[in-house]
T-cell receptor, first 111, second 113 residues
Framework: KNQVEQSPQSLIILEGKNCTLQ??????????LRWYKQDTGRGPVSLTI?????NTKSNGRYTATLDADTKQSSLHITASQLSDSASYIC??????????FGAGTRLTVKP | DTGVSQDPRHKITKRGQNVTFRCDPI?????LYWYRQTLGQGPEFLTY????????KSRLLSDRFSAERPKGSFSTLEIQRTEQGDSAMYLC???????????FGPGTRLTVT
């Protein structure tokens, strides 16, 4: 079982709408959690990094939240744009260990 | 532009051939990672370097795979006797240690026919 589970697997929304992507993890001991955006055929690009003491972080229309007690994170996208169509990957690092990647949520924004 | 280039961007090869990919970070980073990504999945860790030293290798990295970072800057990943199951996107990344940013290259798409 993957130590980082993302849901939904895929999501279709209309342009201008908001959406929330979920990430649950079992990685321990926790170091940090990252959200990446990956356009088709490109490498992932970092959106946010959160450590244990941070429970929210924003990057423009992207807002990530972290509940280290329940080991859950979410990525909220506000006022979606067509260019938001991409895969969004949650990555969790354990102390002294390498990163564990989720399978990603494939978001499609339609006009 | 993340400051990490990979070459080639696409490679089509016949089963049994050897292939080599290169990763060039623009600026100095102690850590350099290689990942493999198949369609619909997140990247899977293959190996990483701390400067010239290869510190960890995944069990995914069979004997047919070898990676080097001879001068602590660019890195190469070689796959010998390619198999169809090697078809994937191979991603290079730098940074990412502790809470530092990690920067990915655009990847090399390998297709083994």
């Amino acid at each position: 079982k993957n130590q980082v589970e993302q849901s939904p697997q895929s999501l279709i929304i209309l342009e201008g709408k908001n959406c929330t992507l979920q990430c649950n993890y079992t990685v321990s001991p926790f170091s940090n959690l990252r959200w990446y955006k990956q356009d088709t055929g490109r490498g992932p690009v970092s959106l946010t990094i959160m450590t244990f003491s941070e429970n929210t972080k924003s990057n423009g229309r992207y807002t990530a939240t972290l509940d280290a007690d329940t080991k859950q994170s979410s990525l909220h996208i506000t006022a979606s744009q067509l260019s938001d169509s991409a895969s969004y990957i949650c990555v969790v690092s354990a102390l002294g260990n390498n990163m564990r990647f989720g399978a990603g949520t494939r978001l499609t924004v339609k006009p | 532009d993340t400051g990490v280039s990979q070459d080639p961007r696409h490679k089509i090869t016949k089963r049994g051939q050897n292939v080599t990919f290169r990763c060039d970070p623009i600026s100095e980073h102690n850590r350099l990672y290689w990942y493999r990504q198949t369609l619909g999945q997140g990247p899977e860790f293959l190996t990483y370097f701390q400067n010239e030293a290869q510190l960890e290798k995944s069990r995914l990295l069979s004997d047919r795979f070898s990676a080097e970072r001879p001068k602590g800057s660019f890195s190469t990943l070689e796959i010998q006797r390619t198999e169809q199951g090697d078809s994937a996107m191979y991603l290079c990344a730098v940074g990412g240690h502790l809470n530092y940013e990690q920067y990915f290259g655009p990847g090399t798409r390998l297709t083994v026919t």
